[in-house]
Each structure stands twice: as C-alpha cells, then as structure tokens.
C-alpha cells in the first residue's frame, strides 16, 4: 500500500513573510537555495544576564528603514552560537533563535540566524531546511506567491 505524500506549494525568488510572535508583518524575504539556515538582519546584538542568572540575548530586529520597526528591543532566552558559513564562503559565529516564520497563512517553527543585513537587498532569507520542511519548491520566474494567495483567499 503506498503512503500519500503531502503535496509540495511553490514560493518565488522573493516573499512576503509575517513573524506573528515579533509582530512584524510583511517583510521581505529572498529564498536563498545555498543558505542551510534563514537569517534575520537585526542590530545591537548582546548578551545580558537575566534576573535569573541565566543568559539572555538582546537585539533589534530589523531596522528604522522597515515601516514597523518600532524600536523595541527583543530578548530571547533561548539561543545558540554556531558558525555560520557566508554567501562570500567566510565562517562568523552568529548567534541563532527559533521563531515562527508564516507563509500561505500557515506558521512553520525554524531557526535563524541573527546578523546585520543592512548591506543587503533583503533583510530575512530563507534557506533549505525551511525548504524542506515546508515542502517548498522555488519558481525563480515568481515573486510573492504566498502572499498572493493569501489575498486570493480572502
């Protein structure tokens, strides 16, 4: 007896995305095949200690250039620091969160890594293993097909 697969959706080059948990909504984000992980362009990037003792990891996410960027300060309980390979083939060590990422009305959990994208095009990628999770195919020759259905729906 064959299993049926869950049927694949496909993204463009570009997307509109939301962050639901960070009330950011529609911002721009590149499908990057080469990246392993997404990343999230953000500022002021330091580690405190909480009231807790434990470690607690402080930034600004996105930038004033971002219509709803306020200004706020993130903080996140939860992070690692790996080496993250760059587009121009050097290694940095970047911190990386978890954070709901939605596409096609639907919420998929991954993780980010965090850096400054400001010299950048886009401020969020997305790379395979959301991809892969997802079940996402790419259409270079498209843009913004998620949110574009998600108007359609409406």
Known sequence: MK???ASKRTVGRRELVDFPHFHLWGVEAKIDTGAYT???HCSNIHVQTGPDGRPRLHV????PSHSNF???????AQF???DIKSSNGDVQERYVIRAAIRLFGEDFDTEFSLSDRSDMRYPVLIGRV???QARFVVDVARRNVSYKSQLASR
Not at 60 to 63: G, K, P, S
Not at 70 to 76: C, I, K, L, Q, Y
Request: a neutral charge; charged letters at 25%.
């Open 80 to 82: 690692s620091l790996r």
């Open 3 to 5: 299993t049926q697969r």
């Open 60 to 63: 600004l996410l996105l930038d």
């Open 70 to 76: 306020d200004g706020t300060p993130m903080e996140f």
């Open 130 to 132: 959301l991809l892969r």
């Open 38 to 40: 997404g990343a999230i």
